[in-house]
């Protein structure tokens, strides 16, 4: 197959924590992501901006293998996700994702949502995870919330506890898909704070936002895509200088 010869002849670029080369994701006949090249360092925090449709979800599912590209190669931490000896479990768990509507577990307690995968893919015991549980949510601000139920948070809250249970897998990135997008507005900067927090920390972060002051403030470059197509990238100062792109400026327009 001719995909198989062209994942062998990949060689990982070991600079770059996240490497895509030539992506491509059909459903169907429909090509919604086209030759897509795009490299995130170690401790890079990327903003991926767009509007609805360009592929911004289905481009970072690819990463986690949660969609299967359909032709080009991705390498995350100098290993091709497609090598035959790739563990989908460990590489979710380097590749946490954090999503829109949050998905948390909804039977069972904020505590539970974050014991229970270190518990059963990290295998850390009872105990440490408990302790492990108990500090990732003081990070968040929810130390008062321990046994409650999803359903009696408020949606900052929920995002706070999702973006907890991530940092619980100890990932090496975290993919966000628009996590303040569902919030109604004054709960939007809580949960921007906490991602500021865990970028100062140093994960490698792909954000999928339209929050342009997050963007301008944490993102080390901002992605655009438009169409299944990566039209432009650029660093927050260029983006401020830059009045050249029309598309972009357009798009900007519209979201501000
Ligand atoms: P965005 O996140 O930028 O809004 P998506 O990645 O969700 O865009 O979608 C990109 C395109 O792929 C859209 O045309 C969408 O309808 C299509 N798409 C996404 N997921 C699927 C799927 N599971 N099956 C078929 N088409 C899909
Ligand atoms: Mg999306």
Redesign the pocket.
């Known amino acids: 197959m001719k995909k198989q010869d062209n994942y062998s002849a990949f060689t990982p670029r070991a600079e770059f924590m996240i490497d895509v080369q030539h992506l491509s994701k059909k ?2 006949k ?1 090509e ?1 992501l086209k030759d897509i090249n795009l490299t995130v360092k170690r401790q890079e925090v990327v903003v991926l901006i ?10 970072i ?1 690819c990463l986690n293998k949660l ?1 299967r590209a359909s032709g080009g190669e991705i390498c995350i931490m100098g290993k091709n996700i497609y090598d035959a000896d790739m563990n989908n479990n460990y590489l979710r768990q380097k590749v946490n994702m954090v999503f829109q509507h949050f998905n948390l577990f909804a039977n069972m307690t904020v505590l539970q949502n974050l014991t229970i995968g270190m518990e059963k893919l990290l295998r850390i015991p009872k105990e440490e995870s408990k302790k492990r549980a108990i500090d990732l949510l003081k990070i968040v601000g929810l130390s008062d919330k321990h046994d409650m139920y999803p359903e009696n948070l408020s949606g900052g809250q929920k995002q706070r506890v999702a973006i907890a249970r991530a940092l619980a897998m100890k990932p090496e990135i975290i993919l966000f ?2 996590p303040t997008s569902a919030l109604d507005p004054e709960m939007v900067g809580e949960v921007l704070q906490v991602m500021k927090e865990i970028a100062k920390t140093g994960t490698t972060m792909i954000v ?1 936002t339209h929050e342009m002051g997050f963007a301008r403030e944490v993102a080390n470059k901002i992605v655009f ?1 438009e169409k ?1 197509e990566l039209i432009a990238e650029m660093t927050p100062d260029e983006l401020n200088a830059n009045h050249s792109h029309p598309r972009i400026a357009t798009f900007l327009k519209q979201i501000l």
């Open positions: 459903f169907g429909n919604v767009g509007p609805s449709g360009s592929g911004k979800s289905t481009l599912r969609e898909d628009e999928v895509l299944g």
